[in-house]
Nanobody
Framework: QVQLVESGGDLVQPGGSLRLSCAASGMSLSHYDTSWHRQAPGKQRELVALITFDGNTNYADFVKGRFTISRDNGKNTVFLQMNSLKPEDTAVYYC???????WGQGTQVTVSS
């Protein structure tokens, strides 16, 4: 059974940093594109970042220069390093295989003073 489990969400002050993790079981993330998405209250889910199976990365304009997606093949885990966080980054963050073939359960990120 393929499963994705996110962790690392927390309450952080504006300007702070967090690192989210997405651990996979039942499949090898090194063989698939993996993406991070987020959904704020009352808004649609949106793509944040993607890492291809061969390591190329793409970012939404609103996180470029602040967020970094990476993968540790040995740990079968994808990370999202988030720096210079803003209140508008507050959302539930989800990882997915591809652009949504398999979803994790999400982790809450709240940016507030």
């Amino acid at each position: 059974q393929v499963q994705l489990v996110e962790s690392g969400g927390d309450l952080v002050q504006p300007g702070g940093s967090l690192r989210l993790s997405c651990a996979a079981s039942g499949m090898s993330l090194s063989h698939y594109d993996t993406s991070w998405h987020r959904q704020a209250p009352g808004k649609q889910r949106e793509l944040v970042a993607l890492i291809t199976f061969d390591g190329n990365t793409n970012y939404a304009d609103f996180v470029k220069g602040r967020f970094t997606i990476s993968r540790d093949n040995g740990k079968n885990t994808v990370f999202l390093q988030m720096n210079s966080l803003k209140p508008e980054d507050t959302a539930v963050y989800y990882c997915a295989v591809g652009l949504g073939d398999v979803w994790g359960q999400g982790t809450q990120v709240t940016v507030s003073s």
